[in-house]
DNA sequence: TGTGATGCATTAGAAAATTATGTATACATT
DNA sequence: AATGTATACATAATTTTCTAATGCATCACA
């Protein structure tokens, strides 16, 4: 919703997360995913969705896979071996840096 | 550490928790504070710092009060009303995002 | 037949950082 | 005396990464 803006630099993480979990899935399809899981709070936007698939099979992290759905194009994308290694590397990065926000933020724990 | 990118967009949130935990801190001490909670994996540099602080000073979150310190500057701010009503929406906020992505990246360990 | 959903993509622009640079004081070490 | 590190502010050029707008095309369905 509002917070829109938050999830700048995390959508390269999100996308290969989501190719982990499913194998192979197209770009229309991760736009639906993400934002089912989030129940509509974060919304890929093509924009942003497009270049980043290009720029990770770019970087060796994504193969590409065209299939044809009745007279429709689509575009499958799985990770490579390297992708998965990448991945592992973004998650763990990404934990991280959600338990260190989760620390610095949380009410609980006043800041001294 | 290498997560330097996740944070994009979160400095506003950050700044403005710390101030409220704080009541007053000046730019210099920020950087430190940010340093010192977060064992080093978030380092606020003073080309976002400063910007940051002018643009919440003009939307009247913060109010500035110059002190001289010897013969040092320093700018303290402090959360103004409006202030720390923002504080109190962009934490929830923060904290609706943190929810999100701990799910998304990890769907089988869910918060709730 | 026209509207919304599916499916790809690019472009212009904005937002928000990084990196580099500048100024100046203070203190410690060589 | 000179050098380096820390403190303290700030801005400018550039880069990264998004949004918003637009475009093309297929398909379902009312």
């Known amino acids: 919703m509002g917070n829109q803006k938050l999830y700048k ?16 899935m197209y770009g229309y399809e991760i736009t639906q995913k993400v934002k089912e899981l989030t129940k509509g709070e974060l919304k890929i936007t093509e924009g942003a969705l497009y270049p980043a698939l290009h720029k990770l099979e770019a970087d060796g992290l994504l193969d590409v896979e065209v299939a044809k759905v009745g007279n429709r194009l689509r575009k ?12 592992a590397n973004k998650l763990a990065e990404m934990q991280e840096f959600l338990k260190t926000m989760q620390h610095l933020v949380n009410p609980k724990f006043s800041l001294e």
Request: no cysteine; net charge neutral; charged share 30%.
């Open 9 to 24: 630099g995390s959508l390269q993480t999100i996308i290969l997360k989501l190719l982990e979990s499913n194998d192979k």
């Open 76 to 87: 499958y994308y799985k990770l490579t071996e390297s992708g998965s290694k990448e991945t």
